[in-house]
């Protein structure tokens, strides 16, 4: 039994076996592309949103189209990203573009709350007869489409499931500062030593990038210290922001910040993953697109890198998901259908993701075609408790996100003390 809490109106819900990924192994199964129609002739185009703009999250996109292509030689695919990791710069780009009613013809947004403000703001189609069309309403896990569903409608199709509290490392650098690369830490403060030790040795003990980073690294922080109940209280309002294991948290994050490389702030997450795979640091926090990074380098995990939850938070899963929509006034919808049946098919998932390192949504993907990283993850996927990222739109609605982004930023460009921090964090979760 596994618990994808919180996830979903932030309440726990126990999942059955059922839904597990990989459980239905067997491969095919309905709804597989052949099922539904090309799409339908006369040419066409589909403007794709995203912010899988360049590297290794490209060559994912890349994979999807190729197989989009196939499905649909008829319709042009036109690449929308916006480069900027987590979105960083494509939400609000695409928040101005569906105010003036310049939709793109599809765009990708997380599962949760970030969906559900498109919901709400009427910017999204219900797409719910598209599952009945392609015979995809059995094939994602039943909890993942809660996320995506209001009112009994299906507004998104989900692509693949990310897990955002993963520890990146460097197996040389570790040894060289004495460290044993299958050392593991039961803490984040049962990990502070270890960071010590490869300070002393002048490397970067952990390495960051800009504020969406921070942020991702202080969701596993609170994960970690609070425990995943505690963590999920966060979001339903039964833990304390101003409380005293929360204070502790912040101190922690703090002082894992002070381990981390000054450049930080002009990067992006490829650019922080870099310095691990270059030797230059040990340890990165990162969402496990991370692994795709060091795929795309021919790096082998075990060897030239290793991985491993962060520290403390073994058995949680930091859940998200990208799905792609059919926006309100879409300029091309047949094309925008036609890549949602893309997205939706299991020969788009098994590509898309084995690029991308993330797993599919599909339950009946075969694990046998995923990395060793990506079958770890599955089974995670399958047994932990699942609880919803802050960075990556599941737990927070966007301008939550944002206030917490900003005063993160404010922290940790030293602006603010650990004390208004910490109130910062509790007003914008509730103003
Ligand atoms: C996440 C997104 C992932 C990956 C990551 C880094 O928000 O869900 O697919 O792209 O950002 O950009």
Known sequence: MRRMAAVAAVAAVTLGAAVTLGLAACGGGGGSPTSTSKSGGGG??????????????????????????????????????????????????????????????????????????????????????????????????????????????????????????????????????????????????????????VKAKGKTPLSVATTWTQVNLLETVLMSDLGADGYIGLWDGSTD??????????????????????????????EATQQVIDGKAAFNVMGDWAVAAFEEQKKVAGKDFIYFPVPGTDGTFGFLADSFTLPVGAPHPDGAKAWLQTVSSLEGQTAFNKAKGSIPARTDAKPSDFSEYQQTAIKSFGQDTIVPSLAHGAATPTSVLNAIADATSKFTTGASDLKTYQSELAAAVAP
């Open 241 to 270: 922001w101003k409380g005293a294991e929360v204070t502790k948290a912040l101190g922690d994050f703090k002082k894992l910040m002070s381990y981390t490389n000054k450049d930080r702030d002009g990067l992006d997450w490829p």
């Open 44 to 197: 066409g185009e589909v403007e794709v949103f995203t912010w899988w703009a360049a590297g290794s999250e490209k060559l994912g996109l890349d994979a999807l189209v190729g197989v989009f292509n196939k499905q649909h030689p008829d319709i042009k695919f036109v690449n929308g990203a916006v480069a900027g990791g987590a979105g960083s710069a494509a939400k609000d780009l695409l928040q101005s573009r569906l105010q003036a009613n310049d939709p793109p013809d599809t765009f990708q947004a997380h599962a949760g709350k970030e969906l559900t403000d498109y919901i709400d703001a009427g910017q999204i189609e219900d797409v719910s007869a598209l599952y009945d069309k392609f015979g995809i309403r059995d094939v994602f896990p039943a909890d993942l489409l809660k996320l995506l569903t209001v009112d009994g409608k299906i507004y998104s199709v989900p692509s693949n499931i990310h897990r955002s509290n993963m520890v990146w490392a460097n197996p040389s650098v570790l040894t060289a500062a004495g460290l044993d690369p299958k050392a593991t830490y039961d803490s984040i403060e049962a990990w502070f030593p270890a960071l010590d030790k």
